[in-house]
């Protein structure tokens, strides 16, 4: 299996920011070297594992309920 090369589009589809702010988000990413990118000729193309490994290191873990999340002392 190979790993697409996205658009920064179809990157936009992926993270869920289509409908909010189009392509803008995806694009500051790059602009910033958030994340990685291929630049083909004058178009930026992004890898889709990049994308999803952006998605996993990003992602938050809920908390567990506990005494240490309570600040009670041992």
Do not use: H
């Amino acid at each position: 299996m190979t790993d697409r090369l996205l658009n920064v589009a179809e990157v936009a589809v992926l993270l869920g920011t289509w409908e909010d702010s189009g392509e803008r988000f995806p694009r500051r990413l790059v602009e910033e070297r958030r994340i990685a990118y291929v630049k083909v000729g004058r178009y930026v193309r992004i890898r889709q594992s990049v994308v999803e490994a952006y998605i996993a290191v990003n992602t938050v873990q809920p908390r567990r309920r506990g005494s240490a999340l309570r600040g009670v002392a041992a």
